[in-house]
């Protein structure tokens, strides 16, 4: 494509992504007087995995004994890997915001003295809540607008480039700091709103020279209709699951049972528990779409049997993700900043899954924080983006040649290389039951896979879109299988479990800093521990680190 065809954009700061971290990001930095362009894969109020269910989210009343209960409670949960100041951040700053979406117009639900009961969000009017506000605040949106690659000097980030897919065209948008908001990564597992979550934001950021935390905490797959993408699985609860031959699976119905019972075959389920019509009408009222997917195929729950899987949820519901090392959620990168899954959730959730309730609250206080900060550095600039020398970051999986030399070097086809991808990581039986052998043998493969991620040879816009998404894949999975092996232990609530190491090891009460592309570096990080408040608690709990 010409230069000529490129839009060419100018603001103070750059959000990409646009879910809830996204949204709030552009919202905060508007709100601070800055220009700011948003751009999104999909399109903002509908892409991603909030928009198309409800979430609940850690919303409790400014009680200062009822929060520290719940500080402590996920200090504990999350292998005391979290901080305790950060915790009660975002029970301030979820507060404030959520009377915020109040006062936009969001219906919550009231209790019988009439308050507002403000601990759940259905994700279609919220998402488009939020898009309404973001562009009332004066931020300009591309919708179908993938980021590729950031741009960057000496002096840090400078904006990025991507495509108008619907416009068969590039964009340029510079902007003296970048708010990476693009989820976490599923690996096109057919998750619910995942579809999109492919990692894009951490190769992004680590082309950068970003560097990444919790990648080992990985460990989540969801319960799903074998059929269906639809991973809002609680009400499963209800149900009784049998084998493929009609016989009750008993036993404890704890976190490994479904994964242990699908190794040896097929698994289905009947919801019977709820065996009154009553029941059923009430299950129906309180989470309508869990239902879609078998109403569609018109199987009753409630009497007939329909089949199981567990989908792979990766960071989208584990903890890893880009670095933060201040208050405003700004990566190691001058000008870069990180917010919602695509940033590392450490500080909330240590070592436990933050999906529900931390991730959505999360991804308000992070977006809100990220793009303050983001504000504030750009307007502290002495002169705009466009007068800047910038080059470009991205150096994997990009197209740099025309459509005849495109096709003649083409040596590897993307979708071939990313179901290579998912052969290591989607089974059960290397990254659920996880063992030392299997990661191994699994990183080896990984890591002969990487060179093919620039032996792509992309030329339509859907296609460079698709490689860039097989080098993110092909990245996080090096990632999360690198640390993994560095964590010889099992910490936390099942986001990390090695098998020859089930216990926790208190000389790892560390967490995993990860960085690099060709060769991957890892070092551990205790500087959390100087959280006087997350060290009292661990003092009180007899839980303080061992380290050297």
């Known amino acids: 494509m010409s230069g000529q065809d490129t839009l060419k954009l100018t603001a103070d700061v750059l959000v990409i992504g646009g879910g809830p971290a996204g949204a709030w990001s552009a919202w905060s930095a508007a709100s601070k007087g800055a220009s700011v362009v948003l751009v999104d894969k999909g399109y903002l109020g509908s892409s ?12 409790l009343p400014p009680d200062q004994e009822l929060r520290e209960q719940a500080v402590q409670q996920r200090m504990k949960s999350g292998g005391y890997l979290s901080e305790a100041h950060w915790i009660h951040r975002v029970l301030d700053q979820v507060y404030i915001n959520l009377e915020l979406v109040e006062q936009w117009g969001y219906p919550f639900v009231r209790d019988e003295h009439g308050v507002p009961q403000r601990n759940h969000l259905q994700g279609p009017e919220y998402m488009a809540l939020m898009r309404k506000a973001v562009k009332k605040a004066g931020v300009r949106v591309l919708d179908h607008a993938p980021a590729l690659e950031l741009l960057q000097d000496e002096h840090g980030v400078g904006g990025a480039r991507g495509v108008l897919r619907q416009e068969g065209r590039e964009w340029e948008v510079r902007a003296n700091a970048v708010v990476i908001a693009t989820g976490g990564c599923a690996f096109l597992s057919k998750g619910l709103g995942c579809n999109v979550l492919t990692g894009d ?12 935390s919790g990648m080992e905490f990985s460990r989540r797959y969801a319960p799903a209709p074998a059929f269906s993408s639809n991973t809002r699985s609680r009400l499963l609860g209800w149900a009784t699951y049998y084998d493929q031959d009609g016989n009750e699976l008993s036993g404890q119905r704890n976190g490994d049972f479904l994964a242990q019972r699908l190794q040896q075959g097929p698994v289905y389920a009947i919801m019977n528990k709820a065996d009154t019509p009553e029941k059923q009408a ?40 880009l670095r933060i090392v201040g208050d405003q959620c ?100 290397i990254n659920y039951f996880r063992s030392e052998t299997g990661l191994t043998s699994a990183l080896h493969k990984l890591n002969s896979y990487w060179p093919a991620v620039n032996e792509q040879a992309p030329i339509t816009i859907h296609e460079r879109v698709k490689a860039r998404e097989a080098a993110a894949m092909a990245a996080t999975a090096r990632w999360m299988y690198t640390a993994a092996l560095h964590r010889k232990e099992s910490r936390g609530a099942g986001l990390h479990v090695l098998g020859e190491y089930p216990d926790v090891d208190p000389s790892q009460h560390h967490r995993l800093i990860v960085s690099g592309l060709e060769q991957i570096e890892v070092r551990p990080d205790r500087t959390f521990l100087r959280d006087s408040s997350s060290a009292s608690l661990l003092k009180a709990t007899g839980q303080e680190a061992q380290i050297g």
């Open 201 to 212: 934001g951490y190769l992004l950021g680590a082309e950068a020279g970003a560097e990444l």
């Open 282 to 321: 009430i299950l129906r009222s309180s989470h309508a779409v869990f239902f879609l997917p078998y109403d569609r195929a018109g199987i009753d729950v409630f009497t007939q049997p329909f089949p199981l899987t567990l989908r792979y949820e990766g960071t989208v519901r584990g903890t890893g993700g």
């Open 48 to 59: 991603g995995a909030t928009a198309p269910g409800g979430t609940n989210l850690l919303y």
């Open 330 to 429: 700004d990566t190691t990168v001058a000008g870069l900043y990180a917010a919602g899954d695509a940033a590392t959730r450490e500080r909330i959730t240590g070592a436990a899954s933050g999906g529900g309730a931390f991730n959505a609250s999360w991804a308000i206080c992070s977006g809100t924080w990220a793009g303050e900060g983001a504000a504030d550095y750009a307007l502290a600039q002495p002169a705009p983006a466009d007068s800047r020398e910038l080059r470009s970051a991205g150096r994997y999986g990009l197209s740099k040649y025309s459509s005849s030399q495109s096709r003649s070097l083409a040596r590897v086809e993307t979708s071939e290389l990313i179901q290579s991808i998912q052969d290591q990581v989607l089974p059960l039986h």
